[in-house]
């Protein structure tokens, strides 16, 4: 099954990297399945976040919660390299879980989604999809 994802969550990702910029953006991306139908930013709280992203644990906690209680699951994360290209970093991958979470990654206006497995971080194709 493709991966689809609204406009909506690509024009959050994509807003979040802009204001953010020259620092990393990061944040949730939250849905059902292999459909992502928000994406909700987060406060990058990493003590260098011009070259690293950390989510804010309590935004983590929020999300989880609200998702036991009948809404969006949290299907994985997102963030930004301002200098780099929209594919996992070395950092990228030393800091990875492997626990099967979808990765979106944004350089310049460009998205990309990965797979964040136990083999490693393997690309997603995806469908654009009204919210």
């Known amino acids: 099954m493709e991966l689809e994802v609204t406009r ?5 990702i994509r807003a979040a990297a802009v ?3 020259p620092h990393e953006a990061c944040g949730l991306l939250l849905g059902e399945c292999m459909r992502i139908t928000a994406a909700r ?7 260098t976040p011009a070259t690293h992203f950390e989510i804010d644990p309590q935004a983590l906690i ?3 919660r609200a998702a036991r209680a009948g809404g969006a699951q949290v299907l994985g994360y ?3 390299h301002p200098t780099g290209a929209p594919e996992p970093s070395a950092t990228d991958r030393a800091m990875a879980a492997h626990d099967g979470r979808i990765w979106a990654i944004i350089a310049g206006d460009e ?7 136990d083999a490693g971080f393997a690309a997603l194709s995806f469908t654009i999809i009204e919210s």
């Open 8 to 12: 909506d969550a690509l024009t959050t």
């Open 19 to 21: 204001a953010a910029h």
């Open 41 to 47: 930013e987060t406060d990058n709280v990493h003590p």
């Open 62 to 64: 929020d999300a989880h």
């Open 78 to 80: 997102f963030h930004s």
């Open 111 to 117: 998205v990309r989604f990965w797979r964040d497995g």
